[in-house]
């Protein structure tokens, strides 16, 4: 550690500077959007954003609170976000741990299958019609179930689980452990890192989705939080309605978009750190031989 | 013989399965679901064939042939979206898929811990705002009085109108991905770079191999089959280019250069053309079928231990 | 010892949610019968059928698909409208930025249901191709609905073009009472003043010869939505008497505003104001109009709200001008005037979206009717209105003075609030989720006669004669097209990229393209209608 040459000395300024400007880049829509949403709408009118706001204000957030699905739409999304989530960890590592052994049947078939199902898709009709004839429409299964194992998170997770070296598993075979033992007592616990990973991924893809409830929720009061920046960002964005010119009120100021975002966004956004810890490098492999 | 050959290698099958039926047993419940809603609604693609009609249903509905191929695929405006839609493709290849990959090179060789997580934090912010409102954020930021136009006048270079220029469109496309996906694309590579033995730098260390030597010859070969494999999935997707962001990006004179295939597509889809739309997904689909199989045996060439089958 | 406690974790919940997927899967399949009703497909409305034809005095289930999307079984409108009607709703609300979507998927999927509002006519046509919606007699409509009808016919005639194909009707036509105003013009008078201009600019000349006062004090004289295919520089156009990229009648024949020479000579000019510095480069974006014309940055806007004027709103845009400069103002304009004395303004027209009826309601004629006249008497009799559509006086709303009931109302808190008015089923647009807009007699009280008046001021609407561009048969085909050329070609002229000679390649692309395909058929429907 000590006999760091000039050069490496250099190099860890020069990283250092550049993961301060990236960091600062990446930050500047977060905070943009955040300052958007403490002003008023005239002061947003009279002179963009600069940062801080003249006259701070919790008026958007106020307002947007006072929505009466609101509640109900978080909750929504915090049901399918868990479910949806514990569900995925589960089918896709079940899936995916005898995919990585090398004596598994069929391996490389059911691998095409995978990545075939990837590049190919039906269309939104026999989809709907699926989950129609399912009976799911209008439950919450309509939204975790048909992503609950998607190729691309079992290849990724397979991929991890072949890194892990045989002699464990060996080993435990050995000791006598069963299939089921093996994958609940090594493989889980040695691959943490990426089921970290998968649960972040699929923890913001539920937050995020809006498609698939839009469509299989009939009800108001079954629809989730991300309906709301739609309705409110993008629902103006894509159809102004002819006339609305004239009618003020049916615009909704930038600050009350900001609001919005923010309000949806804020809990997975706090999420990030909480998972960064299991990306400690070597806790597993090093507690492993402990 | 033949008989007898082929009851061996039921035979042989049959002791295979069995071996392995506790596998299967934790295997089957994941894979039919995986089956039913990745399998089933496939009969779909049957519309792109066919003259569709709702109380037909897709099975009954009258075949079509290959009319809305023609309807698809007619035309220089094809060929501009299709010429247009490679090149983005391949300057984010190029650029946009080593971008998560340096990052997470980057982050692993800061010292300073709280320093690190706090750049992953941020970088991954702008991944939760839609295009619509990362767009909105750049008209101003790009604008004629917008913060690139002072900082290039500290340069005393001259103040550009950037988003309206079909010159730098690309570059703004590319350069605005990057900073949407950087930190959300690197998080797979840090859990990559998590999962590496510490004593294999411990060894190296002890070698008195250079830090650039350590990156080489042991993080990089680490991520290696995560890269390979996101590379190898990217491809499949080749003519996916992101409709999203081009199209809030795009504005009057950069119309030409902004067509990609969603956009031409989504010009033509009239009411219920659920044809040409699924024509134009086939057509995706078929090409990206064919980069993945060439690019997976080249990988397999390589090294037959890689590759996604 | 804490590794293997991090293990037993993973195992235990893993089977908690196997477990708990599978009871609720089951739970969730034997109760769906119950669940789904809301959209019930056709089975379920014959059998509905069955039971109502008896009785007249049953109460009759109807099945509807609309727009807004914030109602529960408790919401105001729902309730007035089944107890004012005596029937049963089954509610389907879409959002409107999915509508489309989705309403055409669940149609797909055979779920038709009894009334469905139809946002475009293009859409209306296909479902009419796709044998999804019923055919609704303009005699049965007289019939059932002749207050709707007269309003119709004098109030919103293109309407028809919205719901006929092949001389059929398919659907009730809505009116849209808004349609009838363009956007309001204004001019910054204090940076008017501050360049040395005297009065308020009233024709193009006059403007130009401000434009340039205003050059000098670095302001830019106007700025506009280049990006859009519709309000690109539109008062300009209607200067020169067109408004492209309309269908118009020009010497008994339909041809299309953007290819005709009017338009050419209005880009001429443009692109001279353009070179001399007179417009905002960044037209082109069609972003932050509103935040350049409060710093000052241009002092000609054609694209404001009538709220952008309102002294008594904190957030309105003269108060955001005044807010960062106290001697700010701006003023209501009327529209620029052209050498032969033309002005316009972009409208969308009087006709606004459709109601359609499912299939099977051909069989169900009783029940066609008996929304029909739901729809008449809500439309017609203003207190049937009042009761379904704006609410309860006192609860939602306010008479603005009670002894004069014509200088209008206003909501009442939290009612103020459009997205909790909306819960209620109620608009604060004055429309009715399940009849749409009345006619202006019935509309104009409620507004006052103040908003109305104000509406109307400097209203030189110009509306496509079709109404919307998309009754065409093959508008869906080429429309999109036309208008991506159209924004793309105008917008270089204007910036100078391309030389106003270019124009009549424009008109050559813009004919292969379509454009002439779509003028054949704009005669024919246009000549068709004539006749009859």
């Not at chain 2, 071996?19 to 693609?45: E, H, M």
Request: glycine fraction near 8%.
């Amino acid at each position: 550690m000590f006999t760091r040459t000039w050069g490496e000395r250099l190099f860890d300024w020069f990283n250092f500077l550049f993961l301060l400007l990236l960091g600062l880049c990446t930050l500047y829509p977060f905070i943009y959007v955040l300052t958007l949403s403490l002003m008023t709408p005239a002061d947003a009118l009279a002179m963009r954003v600069n940062f801080i706001p003249d006259n701070p204000t919790l008026a958007s957030y106020e307002k947007v609170f006072a929505h009466p699905y609101l509640w109900q739409a978080y909750f929504n999304t915090i049901v399918r976000t868990v479910l949806g989530v514990s569900l995925m960890l589960l089918m896709t590592s079940l899936v995916a741990y005898p995919l990585s052994r090398r004596g598994f049947s069929h391996r490389g078939g059911i691998m095409k299958l995978l990545v075939f199902s990837m590049l190919f898709n039906g269309g939104m009709i026999p989809m709907y019609l699926l989950v129609k004839n399912l009976g799911l429409l209008n439950s919450v299964w309509a939204l975790v179930l048909p992503g609950a194992v998607t190729a691309f998170n079992v290849i990724i997770m397979k991929n991890f689980f072949e890194g892990i070296p045989g002699e464990i598993i060996e080993a435990a075979r050995i000791d006598g452990a069963g299939e089921l033992r093996i994958y609940a007592r090594i493989i889980l616990p040695l691959s943490v890192p990426v089921l970290a990973v998968i649960a972040l991924w699929g923890a913001v893809t539920h937050w995020n989705a809006w498609f698939d409830a839009m469509l299989y929720m009939h009800d108001s009061d079954k629809q989730v939080l991300q309906l709301f920046v739609r309705r409110t960002v993008i629902e103006e964005a894509v159809s102004l309605t002819p006339g609305e010119e004239l009618n003020r009120e049916a615009y909704t100021p930038e600050t009350l978009k900001a609001a919005t975002i923010m309000i949806v966004s804020l809990p997975i956004l706090m999420v990030y750190p909480f998972v960064q810890r299991f990306f400690v490098k070597g806790v597993l492999l090093g507690s492993l031989k402990g | 013989m033949f008989n007898r050959s082929l009851a061996g290698n039921l035979e042989d099958r049959w002791r295979e399965y069995k071996r392995n039926r506790y596998l299967f047993l934790l295997f089957l419940p994941g894979f039919a679901l995986f089956l039913l809603f990745n399998y089933v609604p496939l009969y779909g693609i049957m519309i792109a064939f066919k003259e569709y009609r709702v109380t037909e249903g897709i099975l009954g509905s009258a075949w079509a042939g290959l009319e809305h191929f023609n309807r698809l695929l007619a035309g220089e405006a094809f060929l501009n979206a299709l010429r247009n839609t490679i090149i983005i493709a391949l300057l984010k290849m190029g650029f946009g898929f080593p971008a998560p990959i340096a990052l997470a090179l980057l982050l692993n060789e800061l010292r300073l811990v709280w320093f690190r997580r706090v750049v992953q934090t941020v970088t991954y912010l702008p991944h939760f705002f839609s295009w619509v409102i990362l767009a909105g954020i750049l008209f101003v930021f790009l604008g004629s009085d917008g913060a690139m136009n002072k900082l290039v006048g500290l340069f005393g270079l001259e103040r550009q109108l950037w988003l309206l220029e079909p010159d730098y469109f690309y570059g703004i496309v590319v350069l605005t991905d990057i900073w949407q996906s950087i930190g959300w694309g690197s998080i797979i590579y840090f859990a990559a770079l998590a999962s590496i033995d510490p004593t294999l730098y411990e060894a190296a260390i002890a070698d008195g191999a250079s830090r650039w030597r350590r990156v080489w010859h042991i993080s990089l070969p680490s991520m290696m089959p995560t890269i390979i494999t996101l590379f190898l999935l990217q491809l499949g997707n080749f003519l996916t280019v992101g409709f999203d962001q081009i199209y809030n990006l795009t504005t009057a004179t950069t119309l030409e250069v902004g067509e990609i295939l969603d956009t031409y597509v989504l010009r033509r889809l009239l009411t219920m053309d659920y044809e040409l739309g699924m024509a134009a997904g086939l057509f995706n689909s078929v090409i990206g079928i064919l980069l993945v199989v060439t690019a997976n045996r080249l990988v397999k060439w390589y090294d037959r231990e890689q590759g996604l089958w | 010892m804490k590794r293997k406690k991090g293990v037993r974790i993973w195992g235990g919940s893993a089977a908690a949610v196997l477990l708990a997927c599978s009871v609720g899967l089951a739970g969730c399949t034997s109760g769906n019968g119950g669940s789904n009703q809301g959209g019930a497909g056709t089975g379920q409305n014959e059998q509905t059928n069955e039971t109502s034809s008896g009785t007249n005095e049953e109460r009759m289930s109807i099945d509807w698909m609309n727009i807004p999307s914030d109602l529960s079984d408790e919401s105001y409108a729902l309730n007035a409208v089944e107890e004012a009607f005596n029937v049963d709703i089954q509610y389907n609300d879409i959002p409107r930025a999915d509508y489309v979507q989705k309403q055409q998927i669940v149609l797909t999927s055979g779920e038709v249901p009894d009334v469905m509002y139809v946002l475009d006519p293009n859409q209306l046509f296909k479902y009419v191709q796709q044998g999804l919606v019923a055919e609704v007699p303009v005699e049965l409509i007289e019939a059932h609905m002749p207050g709707v009808k007269q309003a119709l016919d004098s109030f919103a005639p293109q309407a028809w073009y919205y719901t006929k194909t092949d001389d059929r009707n398919y659907g009730i036509p809505l009116m849209y009472y808004n349609g009838q105003f363009n956007a309001k013009s204004a001019w910054r008078t204090d940076l008017l003043e501050e360049a040395g201009v005297e009065g308020i600019p009233q024709t193009l000349d006059e403007m130009e010869a401000a434009f340039e006062k205003l050059k000098q004090i670095g302001v830019y004289g106007m700025n506009t939505n280049g990006n859009s295919y519709y309000y690109a520089f539109f008062t300009i156009f209607g200067a020169y008497g067109v408004m492209p990229p309309q269908w118009m009648v020009k010497d008994g024949k339909v041809v299309n505003a953007a290819i005709q020479p009017e338009a050419r000579e209005a880009l001429e000019r443009l692109a001279d104001w353009y070179s001399k510095g007179y417009i905002d480069p960044e037209f082109v974006t069609g972003k932050e109009l509103e935040q350049k014309f409060v710093e000052g940055k241009f002092a000609y806007n054609h694209s404001l709200s009538l709220n952008a004027f309102d002294e008594s709103n904190p957030n309105s845009t003269l108060n955001a001008i005044k807010a960062i400069k106290p001697d700010g103002m701006m003023e209501m304009t009327p529209l620029p005037v052209g050498a032969e004395g033309q002005q316009g303004g972009w409208a969308w027209g009087s006709a606004g979206s459709i109601y359609a009826f499912g299939k099977h309601l051909e069989d169900e004629p009783e029940k066609m009717a008996r929304i029909m006249e739901m729809m008449e008497q809500t439309l017609t009799d203003p207190e049937t209105f009042m009761q379904v559509a704006v609410g309860e006086e006192g609860t939602h709303w306010e008479y603005n003075n009670p002894d004069q009931p014509g200088e209008g109302l206003t909501f009442i808190p939290p009612f103020d609030d459009s997205a909790k008015l909306a819960t209620e089923g109620l608009k604060n647009s004055f429309e009715s989720i399940f009849a749409g807009m009345p006619g202006p007699d019935v509309i104009e009280p409620f507004l006052g006669a103040r908003v109305v008046e104000d509406m109307e001021q400097y209203n030189a609407p110009v509306w496509d004669i079709f109404g919307k561009p998309d009754v065409l048969p093959s508008a869906g085909k080429y429309w999109g097209d036309l208008t991506n050329l159209k924004t793309e070609v105008y917008a270089q002229i204007v910036r100078g990229d391309k030389t106003i000679e270019e124009f009549d390649a424009f008109v050559k692309q813009w004919n292969e393209l379509g454009g002439a395909e779509l003028e054949a058929e704009a005669n024919e429907l246009y000549q068709s209608v004539a006749r009859q």
